[in-house]
Structure formats: structure tokens, C-alpha cells
């Protein structure tokens, strides 16, 4: 499955820091998940992740300030004071039955002006903004616990498992339970051809992008 991850979508494809600075804490980063991503032992991967997550949340801590010189999709909608709110609504309560009306009531706007300003930041509407949202939950509920397929229909807002079943395999190509035995049997970290993770070349190939000028 495709992350659905706003906040990674909100980056640009390719993000140019010096090496001093700001691109200082963006080196070690890199440096720690390519180190960690080449050793065996265990809870490696552990610390890679929290490198990464580490410098997704640095990332989104700078967000704001980029957003201020280009439109960055999710950091200019957060920083909008309709379209932020009803993300946050989205997000906290996402198993509500949600409609644009309602949505628009919550934040004080109209049901055509909030779709009309959501799809201009946000670039897609606000249901379909909950429904690969909820998605991405169920996704995890799936990969990360033994919850039945219906127990997550019913986490992330749907009504039966049937309803949850079709929206799930229309988004991602599979039904939750074959999708879920995939994931199961899927290895987090290829070897590559030389024997190093993927992950080693990956963060490599991003930190000479990133601080090599």
C-alpha cells in the first residue's frame, strides 16, 4: 500500500539545505539511519525508524516557514484557519460519519465554501481526504495488531466489514485480509545486490542530495 502521509506529500520532491545551519541536524540524521540501516543486530532497525521519525518531525516543524514563500499543500492548509481545523477534525475523530455539511457547521463555513477552499489547499475533497485517511489507519490496525477485519471497519468509520472490504481493495488493490497476509510476508528491508539494505543506499543517496553542496 501506498503511504497516504500528508505531511511527506506536503515536501517538495527534491529539498536543497546547505550543510551549515539547518542542514546540520539533516547530516546526522542521515548519517545515524545509514549507519544503523547497515548493522545486523538487534533493535537496528529500531533506531533507524526513529532517526527517520525524528527528521519527519524536524521536517514538519519547518514546514511553516516554506509555506510562507510557495504553496505547500498541507502546511498552507493547516495555517488556514477553516481548512486546518476541519483536518484536525478529520484526524481526530475519523470514525464520525462525517459530511461536508457537517464539517462546514464544526468550522463555520459553508458546505460549498469549505469544499471549494479544502480541494484549492489540500488538492482533493474533504471526504475523499477522510477516506484515504482512513485507509491509512486501517492499514496499520492491519499490519500491526490481530483486530478481525470487522473490529477495524468500525475503528476507523465504517458500518460493516463490507463496506470497509470494498473501499479498501478499491484503494489499494486487495482485499484487508489478502492484504494483510501479504504485509505479513513481506520483508521490511531488502538486500540489495552488494548485500547492503536498501535503506543504507536510500539514506546515502539522499544525503549527498541533500548536504553534498
Known amino acids: 500500500m501506498r503511504p497516504f502521509n500528508p505531511l511527506i506529500g506536503a515536501l517538495p520532491r527534491l529539498l536543497h539545505l546547505p550543510a551549515g545551519g539547518v542542514g546540520a541536524w539533516v547530516a546526522s540524521v542521515l548519517d545515524q539511519a545509514v549507519a544503523e540501516s547497515r548493522r545486523n543486530r538487534a533493535g537496528s532497525e529500531g533506531r533507524a525508524r526513529a ?49 461536508v455539511d457537517e464539517l462546514g457547521r464544526q468550522v463555520g463555513l459553508s458546505r460549498s465554501a469549505l469544499h471549494e477552499r479544502f480541494v484549492e489547499l489540500v488538492g482533493q475533497p474533504p471526504m475523499q481526504y477522510l477516506a484515504n485517511w482512513r485507509m491509512q489507519l486501517g492499514a496499520g490496525l492491519l499490519r500491526e495488531g490481530n483486530a478481525t477485519v470487522a473490529t477495524i471497519a468500525q475503528e ?58
Not at 54 to 67: E, H, I, K, S
Not at 73 to 97: K, Q, S, T, W
Not at 175 to 181: D, H, L, Q, S
Open 156 to 213: 476507523v468509520g465504517y458500518d460493516s466489514e463490507a463496506a470497509f472490504a470494498r473501499a479498501f481493495k478499491r484503494l489499494v488493490g486487495q482485499p484487508p485480509a489478502a492484504w494483510r497476509r501479504a504485509s505479513a510476508h513481506r520483508a521490511d528491508r531488502e538486500p540489495t545486490g552488494d548485500g547492503r539494505p536498501a535503506l543504507g543506499h536510500a539514506a546515502a543517496a539522499v544525503r549527498s542530495a541533500l548536504v553534498g553542496a
Open 51 to 99: 532517526g527517520q521519525r525524528d527528521g519527519v518531525r524536524r521536517c514538519g516543524a519547518a514546514l511553516p516557514r516554506f509555506a510562507g514563500r510557495r504553496r505547500l499543500g498541507l502546511a498552507a492548509a493547516l495555517r488556514d484557519r477553516f481548512v486546518g481545523r476541519a483536518i484536525g477534525l478529520l484526524h481526530e475523530r475519523p470514525a464520525e460519519p462525517w459530511t
